[in-house]
């Protein structure tokens, strides 16, 4: 992954392949931001001027670069808008910076050094700029051929950024970029599994994948496979599974601090390939769903941010694995299901099948009593409708717990919202056969949904419920630091949620 480090040098003296400076939209054309003093310098101070007859506005996303004629050590000078000029006495958002160093950091892609001259007013700014710049740089290569295309210098990410205007020995700068360098990293990780092909990536594979990290990093990890499964009565994950040649997993993964008060329960719904089952999705509707198991890398990579992070909260990832195909072995639509909390549920459509699987984990996680779960998942078309692309829904049994997620989520920069349970939805789920069905009314879907993993959750225990159909995957062109594909959605959501935990934000 690409390097991040800080320093106090000049723009004018630092030796690196490009300077990234910032250039907002001012009320008489675009105003380069605070932090690229130099660099205006090293342009006669007349950057502002050679920006606009460029045609360069400060519009957010917009990339301007400059050839350096003198003054500077690095040959190139990269602008990058951060929008409109905020209002005397204001500093630039968080999200503005680290989406510009994000868009900073995709047009510097074949470029080996870069310098970010953005503004730097204190260790939230510095964790931005380098959370945005090495989400940017990210790039998904494990699949290109050995060829000509993989080594060209050309197309290798971002390898090294450097933020000026930050003590690299203050200790506040320092763990903010740290901290930052872990985040990325993990989302990284995420964006990796989830963009992984589900020929390689299934339920035994994504196993292996957390039982490596978990050495890596001094985790606890246990694995249940099919015969263990079988024989704990986990009927949801058995079910879903039971169709495909690679039967399913349910993963544990635990992080503990000696010195923990609370333990948090992360739980993520992971189909490594969603092909809806007998209940077969359309073409048009399964081209993407290798990223099923979205939830699943977004709770993984959580655990071991927080790991890496030490923080003092005891944090346990599950991973409810399995791949969803029709076969001879599938569940039918009608067939009966008896899952591991002991109730039945009957499937009326396979393709609802991370409910399934999350109720299975969620009655699991729910034994242990920890503090709070939080379930992660793609779970349904109708939050994408609902929310859109960017957006992930947030259900919650507790209102507090649900207004908390989608604070956190918004001082992290993660698009959420929060959306209701209501109770009458419920009776749209009873089955004439079983305890209930795996679906229900489908206006509302999503709701419907968070009700049915409602049922699963422990007594007492708060619960939330994130549903990133819509943001875990990204098919548009690429913007700030968020590419195409998998995007790592809500996993600085979940390290916020347990660095609130730890330092006893939280109930
Ligand atoms: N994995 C899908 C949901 C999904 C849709 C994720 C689009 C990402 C993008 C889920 O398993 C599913 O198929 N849900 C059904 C539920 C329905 C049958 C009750 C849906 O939303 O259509
Ligand atoms: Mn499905
Ligand atoms: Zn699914």
């Given at each position: ?187 990284n990780r995420a964006r990796d599994l989830i963009n992984m092909?589900?020929?390689?990536l299934?339920?035994?594979s994504f196993?292996?994948e957390a ?59 992971g189909?490594t ?17 290798k990223c099923?198991m979205a939830?699943a890398a977004a709770?993984f990579a ?184 998998g995007?790592g ?19």
């Amino acid at each position: 992954m690409t390097a991040l480090t800080l320093s106090t040098s000049s723009a004018a003296t630092l030796r690196a392949d490009a300077i990234v400076v910032g250039v907002a939209k001012g009320p008489k054309g675009p105003v380069v931001a605070p932090g690229a003093e130099a660099v205006d310098k090293a342009f006669d101070g007349k950057l502002a001027t050679v920006l606009e007859t460029l045609g360069a506005g400060g519009g957010e996303g917009e990339v301007t670069k400059l050839p350096v004629l003198s003054g500077l050590k690095a040959p190139v000078v990269l602008a990058v808008g951060l929008g409109d000029q905020p209002a005397k006495g204001d500093g630039f958002a968080e999200e503005t910076l680290r989406r510009a160093a994000g868009t900073a950091a995709r047009a510097l892609t074949g470029t080996k050094k870069a310098a970010f001259a953005l503004p730097v007013e204190d260790a939230e700014s510095v964790a931005a700029i380098g959370e945005g710049a090495l989400m940017g740089a990210y790039a998904f290569t494990a699949y290109r051929g050995n060829g000509a295309a993989k080594k060209d210098a050309k197309s290798a990410p971002l390898a090294e950024a450097v933020i000026l205007g930050a003590k690299p020995r203050d200790k506040a700068f320092k763990a903010a970029a740290e901290r930052a360098a872990a985040v990325a990293a993990e989302v990284n990780r995420a964006r990796d599994l989830i963009n992984m092909p589900s020929n390689d990536l299934d339920p035994k594979s994504f196993a292996a994948e957390a039982q490596a990290a978990a050495k890596e990093f001094g985790l606890k990890v246990e694995v249940l496979d099919e015969k263990a499964l079988l024989k704990g009565g986990y009927g949801g994950l058995m079910g879903v599974g039971q169709g495909s040649a690679t039967p399913p997993r349910l993963v544990r993964l635990a992080y503990t601090h000696p010195k923990a008060e609370k333990t948090l329960a992360l739980v993520g719904k992971g189909i490594t390939y969603d092909s809806g089952g007998i209940s077969l999705k359309p073409a048009g509707h399964n081209e993407t769903m290798k990223c099923d198991m979205a939830g699943a890398a977004a709770v993984f990579a959580a655990v071991v941010a927080v790991a890496r992070l030490g923080l003092k909260v005891n944090v346990t990832g599950w991973l409810a694995l399995a791949e969803n195909m029709p076969s001879g072995n599938a569940t039918r639509p009608g067939d009966v299901l008896k899952m591991y909390s002991g109730k039945t549920v009957e499937v009326l459509n396979t393709d609802a099948e991370g409910r399934l699987v999350l109720a299975d984990a969620l009655t699991r996680a729910s034994e242990e009593n920890p503090d709070a779960i939080v379930d992660v998942a793609t779970l349904t078309g109708a939050m994408v409708l609902a929310l859109g692309n960017r957006t992930f829904g947030v259900m919650a049994n507790d209102d507090a717990f649900r207004t908390s997620l989608y604070e956190i989520a918004e001082e992290v920069g993660e698009q959420a919202w929060p959306m209701p349970l209501p109770a009458e939805l419920r009776k749209s789920m009873d089955s004439p056969v079983a305890d209930l069905a795996n679906m229900g009314e489908r206006m509302g879907g999503g709701l419907v949904a968070g009700l049915f993993l409602q049922e699963f959750v422990g007594e007492g225990i708060a619960w939330a419920h994130l549903d990133i159909a819509g943001p875990a995957f990204h098919e548009s062109a690429p913007y700030g630091y968020t590419p195409k594909g998998g995007t790592g959605s809500s996993v600085r959501t979940l390290v916020r949620l347990a660095e609130r935990t730890a330092d006893g934000d939280l109930g």
